[in-house]
């Protein structure tokens, strides 16, 4: 039961160019998320998926699209590279469809854009 | 939407002493608070939460209470060891939507032997 897994776990990019951030979960959870850490700022919500289907925005979305491709996998793509997305990136999932639960992070992908 | 303030930004204890580090929330209709542990490099994890049917929770060496008037919510960890040290985050639910989290900008404990 390896929880929730990311790739790649670093990554540097130079402005422009596009990736994709890969997460998995084999815990069988319903709900998933993305967020961005930047020094100083805690944790911020980029996008989030309630159920298998059904993607919505967080708090910081520009710039990023995400992917719900089926119940373990919820991707996160950057089509043009922006230096001010030079963060640490964690998903996220959680058993049910809601926030008021234990949410489990994976251990995050570190992406530097030049 | 929900504003999440929290404070200190740092802070150091001795070994042995409590720790108490405290937040502030925006949305009257948050109802869950979870504290997430950090520790340097690694993923965050869930130490504790409440719900705000509650005004206090606790959980071996650490507790958590809230005030739903002031709309405030502190985590106290006692009799504190080196193995505390991490950044610790709080985090409110927006009552608007029951899948966002907002969270803290952390605290970072240090614990000196």
């Known amino acids: 039961n390896a929880g929730v897994t990311q790739t790649p776990k670093f990554q540097v990019l130079k402005t422009g160019q596009s990736m994709t951030l890969q997460c998995a979960q084999d815990?069988?959870?319903?709900?998933m998320y993305w967020y961005r850490q930047d020094p100083g700022m805690g944790l911020r919500l980029i996008y989030y998926s309630a159920s298998e289907g059904t993607t919505d925005k967080g708090e910081v979305p520009n710039g990023y699209n995400v992917s719900r491709l089926n119940k373990r996998e919820f991707s996160l793509r950057l089509e043009s590279a922006a230096p001010s997305q030079t963060s640490v990136y964690f998903c996220?999932?959680?058993?049910?469809?809601?926030?008021?639960?234990?949410?489990?992070f994976g251990p995050g992908t570190r992406l530097l854009v030049l | 939407g929900e504003n999440v303030e929290q404070h200190p930004s740092t802070l150091s204890v001795q070994e042995g002493d409590s720790a108490v580090i405290k937040c502030t929330y925006s949305d009257s209709a948050s109802n869950y608070f979870p504290w997430y542990k950090q520790e340097l490099g690694k993923r965050p994890q869930l130490i504790i939460d409440?719900?705000?049917?509650?005004g206090e929770k606790k959980d071996q060496r650490i507790a958590v209470t809230l005030n739903k008037t002031a709309k405030h919510f502190s985590l106290h960890i006692t009799e504190t060891q080196p193995e505390d040290s991490a950044v610790y985050f709080c985090?409110?639910?927006?009552?608007?939507?029951?899948?966002?989290?907002?969270f803290g900008k952390g605290t970072l404990l240090t614990v000196n032997p």
């Open positions: 815990m069988n959870h319903n709900s």
């Open positions: 985090a409110a639910n927006s009552g608007g939507s029951n899948y966002k989290l907002t």
């Open positions: 996220a999932s959680s058993e049910g469809r809601g926030a008021q639960e234990t949410q489990y």
């Open positions: 409440i719900r705000s049917n509650v």
